[in-house]
């Protein structure tokens, strides 16, 4: 059974890069394109990782880190936070919500995949 | 040669050999009392002592071997932790290299038999040493109490077991993984990253440790209990592998270590390293057995250790923190060492005689000019062929200059090295807490330039000590930490070396310095001086009296004399001083007062010679320009007319050209009739006749057997800053 | 015989759950055995919990096996090296080979 992976992020560019490199490793993706979006999308459906940007419209990556690890469902799912060389505080920030894994932008797709096997069995 | 002839020589090599040690050992003395991290240092003294002690064995000075004796039997002391290194053993141990010194040079002098006043006083400084013996053998017994108890701490931090297995061979490195109890709350799976492990290379054997996973009852499901050792096969960089964990490894043990059975790959690759004197950490990091990150944790912990006061060499917590195994360190601090010893072994190889490589340097300065002689005559031939050949020696000769005033350059740092015994006497003899710090000991210059530079030095850092510092109780009222800091720095600048003497006192007061030039007549009441100027009027003659130190902020005394050294030096001095913070003042020495760069020009019928590095920029000169500045680039540039300095009556020639110079951030037009090029040129002082012609820094010889003179631009702009001064 | 048959997850998920769920599985009987046949996700705390049961077992001196391991689980216990361990003859479920 292929794992489920949710990209969460406003630009759709980004959304894409990540879901073309994740597919064709044989991972389902489900897109949202911020914190609320991806609130409502999730709704209990099992996922097995979740890649979020920090800055987005309407609910911004760390709190929707926050929001998610409150949900049974969610508590304990890997998360990754894309972040860029100047967001360095960020990334401790993100930890501090529990997204413990971060990808610094801009990224190569093997290593988003790198980091996505370090987190997740096939 | 006769024996005894050569026993004489082997005896001067001697001398001169102690003396260096001697001058080791005091400098290492020195380091004692300010580093912490004295293992190395020690080890440096005691071997000065212990080759002193052997030389002397062979010319049988029994009195030297016996007294050297006992300072080793300290120092061995010191080696093995016996004696704690503090002010008061240095302070015991100064004296021995003094009294040292004295004893050596008297077998110089060719008194080879001890007097009896010599002997006194060896004993009288052996007494001094006996309590820290007696100390030392107090300690012997109960050493081994301290070792066992040392072993126990260790044992309670969990040790990376060896993984006993056939596979071993196969792998090269050795992981232990004991991840966060708290990581699979995170979302981090060991199981996951271990098995992006296998993306980087092989697992030759693994082993699931459950040791840690407590009773049913207080087992919490959601905390990670599991520990995994890992052998692993991979030709990654260390760096690699340890960036796989990037994501668990706060809260979590990680250690990659090379495998036991690669242990002695790892030594000999430490030893085929061509390495010089690199640190123990980069030695490590550079053959791929630590990385970066895990020697910036180990430096963390050393710092955070000497913040309690404790202290501990790199290699050890390195040991300590499973990052590397002890005979990698070893084979690494062996390594820097000998590397160390061969630099010293290369530092002494050769002994010049002094005399003789100045005749090589003026023979090379003939060199250059007979090669530029050549080539001129061959330019004039017009064969290709001849111009080609003579353009190959030219680079050639140029590059034999290069090295040969490379023989006679010398870094300073041992002339720094001097001052820390004067810091440290003259701050006792004041009552002052002073520390120095010396930087930029590896700058090189010009032997002859370092033999001159010292009583200056001396000067400079005497005057800061004495009336730049202010006494201990004072700093405390004005927030200064109590302890005074004096500034030794060296670095090269386009062209010049410059050494800084800072200290963080009182400052120059500008007011009393302006006060004080009035009442001099040095200049007039009213006049606007910039802080600058007003600073460097205490090298002016008039301000050497005595009776300013106390009332002037210091730093009256003999300031002209320090100018005049350095202006005999082709350099120059400046002043940077902010009240209540301290002062600076940097001196600016050419690297080399044999041969310079310089830049031909034509005035009338004569040549002259500009120092290339005092050169920005040729212009040519607006025509019909009458004043005695112009405008460059929307800035006034002043300039001086060569042609009426040096009072050349030629006729003009159509085209004139302003060389732009520029001394110490002043800019100034040269005007001049003739651009003649580039030229490497040898400088051959004036004769004590023009000593007294300004402007003029010595004269050479150039190709065409014409003389030209060398124009010394700094005293040349301070001339025109002058005439600007008083219209 | 008393027999237990996980169902799909055996992870950080469900790990605070199946712990008492296995314990009190092991007071029922001396003799056990886990199906593990539908075990199609197991992560670290999955397999600690295996762990654990096997041990507790032992201690009380009751006889645990393992059995019809899935692929899931095959694959952990290969990783950590473990097959042998846990002592049962692995006995691969229907749908695989």
């Known amino acids: 059974m292929s794992k489920t992976i949710m990209i969460v992020d406003d630009s759709s560019s980004i959304r894409q890069l990540v879901k073309i490199s994740l597919k064709g490793d044989g991972y389902e993706v489900i897109e949202a394109c911020d914190g609320k979006d991806a609130l409502s999308k999730m709704d209990g459906k099992k996922i097995h990782l979740i890649i979020s940007d920090v800055n987005m419209p309407n609910m911004d990556g760390i709190t929707f880190v926050k929001e998610a690890k409150k ?52 | 040669m006769s024996l005894d002839k050569e026993m004489q020589e082997l005896l001067v090599n001697y001398t001169i050999e102690s003396a260096e040690l001697l001058q080791v050992m005091e400098e290492g003395l020195m380091e004692l009392e300010s580093i912490e991290e004295s293992e190395e240092t020690i080890n440096a003294i005691f071997r000065a002592a212990h080759t002193i002690k052997g030389g002397a064995g062979i010319f049988g000075f029994e009195h030297i071997v016996g007294f050297t004796h006992v300072v080793e039997s300290v120092l061995d002391a010191m080696r093995d932790g016996l004696l704690k290194v503090d002010s008061e053993l240095v302070a015991a141990l100064l004296p021995c290299c003094d009294h040292l010194g004295i004893l050596v040079r008297e077998i110089a002098k060719g008194h080879t038999e001890e007097n009896s006043d010599l002997t006194k006083q060896s004993e009288k400084i052996i007494a001094g040493l006996q309590p820290f013996l007696d100390n030392a053998e107090g300690k012997q017994t109960d050493s081994s109490q301290v070792a066992s108890q040392s072993i126990q701490v260790q044992d309670e931090t969990h040790r990376v077991q060896n993984i006993e297995c056939d596979n071993s061979k196969s792998g090269n490195w050795h992981l232990f993984l ?35 996973l407590p009773s049913a009852g207080e087992m919490d499901p959601e905390s990670n209990y599991l520990i995994f050792e890992i052998v692993f096969k991979s030709d990654a960089e260390k760096a690699d592998i340890e960036n796989v964990f990037d994501f668990v490894r706060a809260g979590s043990q ?95 190889s050769i002994r010049v005689d002094a005399g003789r490589l100045d005749i090589l340097i003026d023979l090379i300065g003939e060199l250059v000019i007979a090669g530029a002689s050549a080539s001129l005559r061959a330019s004039q031939t017009g064969d290709m062929a001849l111009q080609e050949a003579n353009a190959a020696v030219i680079s050639l000769v140029e590059e034999v200059r290069d090295s040969a005033l490379q023989l006679r350059m010398v870094p300073i740092g041992s002339t720094f090295s001097r001052f820390q015994r004067v810091v440290r006497d003259v701050s006792k003899e004041l009552g002052k807490d002073i520390k120095l710090h010396i930087s930029g000991a590896d700058t090189e210059i010009d032997k002859s330039v370092v033999e001159k530079i010292g009583d200056p030095l001396m000067h400079l850092v005497r005057n800061a000590m004495d009336h730049g510092i202010e006494p201990a109780q004072l700093r405390i009222e004005r927030d200064k930490p109590a302890q005074g800091n004096l500034q030794l720095n060296a670095y090269h600048s386009s062209g010049n070396i410059v050494i800084e003497v800072s200290d963080d006192g009182r400052g120059l007061d500008r007011d009393k310095i302006l006060a004080k030039a009035v009442e001099r007549g040095l200049i007039q009441v009213g006049e606007t001086l910039s802080d600058q100027e007003v600073y460097s009027l205490i090298f002016e003659p008039g301000f050497s009296t005595a009776d300013q130190i106390s009332n002037l902020s210091g730093r009256g005394v003999g300031m002209d004399v320090v100018k005049r050294n350095i202006t005999e030096l082709r350099g120059d001095i400046a002043i940077d ?39 920005v920029e040729c212009v040519a000169l607006p025509p019909n320009e009458n004043h005695d500045y112009m405008e460059l680039r929307g800035e006034v540039l002043p300039f001086i007319r060569l042609r009426q300095l040096f009072n050349k009556k030629a006729t003009l020639s159509k085209r004139q050209n302003v060389i732009v110079v520029e001394h110490l951030g002043v800019k100034a037009g040269l005007v001049v009739d003739k651009l003649k090029g580039e030229l490497q040129t040898v400088i051959k002082p004036l004769g004590k006749l023009f000593g007294h012609v300004q402007g003029v820094g010595g004269s050479t010889i150039l190709g065409s057997g014409e003389v030209a003179l060398i124009i010394d631009v700094p005293t040349l702009l301070r001339q025109q800053e002058f005439a600007s001064n008083t219209h | 015989m008393q027999t237990l048959a996980l169902e799909s997850e055996l992870n950080i998920f469900n790990a605070a759950e199946q712990k008492p769920r296995l314990l009190e599985f092991l007071e029922c009987d001396e003799e056990l055995e886990v199906d593990l046949a539908n075990v199609s996700e197991i992560d670290t705390a999955g397999l600690q919990l295996l762990i654990l049961i096997k041990r507790e077992a032992m201690k009380a001196g009751k006889k645990l096996k393992f059995v019809m391991h899935s692929q899931a689980v095959l694959n952990v216990l290969e990783l950590t090296n473990l097959t042998g361990t846990f002592g049962d003859q692995v006995v691969l479920s229907s749908d695989e080979e």
Not at chain 2, 183 to 207: A, H, N, Q, V
Not at chain 2, 579 to 599: E, N, Q, V
């Open chain 2, 577 to 615: 001083s902010t009240p209540g913070k301290g002062t600076t003042l940097r001196i600016y020495l050419p690297l080399t007062l044999a041969i310079i760069d310089g830049f031909l020009v034509g005035v009338g019928e004569s040549s002259y010679v500009i120092p290339l590095d005092r050169v």
């Open chain 1, 71 to 122: 949900l049974p469902a969610y508590k304990f799912t890997p998360i990754i936070m894309l972040t860029t060389e100047s967001q360095q505080s960020k990334i401790q920030e993100g930890q501090a919500a529990g997204a413990k894994a971060w990808v610094v932008k801009p990224f190569q797709p093997q290593q988003m995949l790198a980091a996505v096997s370090k987190l997740i069995l096939p």
């Open chain 2, 254 to 348: 990680i250690h990659i270590l090379p495998l036991e059975s690669k242990i002695e790959y790892y030594i000999d690759l430490i030893d085929s390293l061509e390495s010089d004197d690199m640190q123990l950490g980069e030695l490590l990091i550079k053959c791929g057995v630590i990385t970066r990150r895990e020697l910036e944790e180990g430096l963390q912990a050393q710092q955070a250790k000497r913040e309690r006061q404790q202290s501990q060499h790199i290699g050890d917590i390195l040991i300590e923190q499973q990052t590397v195994q002890k005979p990698i360190v070893s084979a690494a601090l062996e390594k820097q060492q000998r590397v160390k010893e061969s630099k010293a072994i290369e530092n002494q």
């Open chain 2, 178 to 212: 004991h991840f966060n109890p708290d990581c699979l709350r995170d979302g981090m799976d060991p199981l996951s990253f271990i098995l992006y492990l296998t993306k980087l290379g092989e697992i030759i054997e693994l082993t699931t440790s459950t040791q840690a």
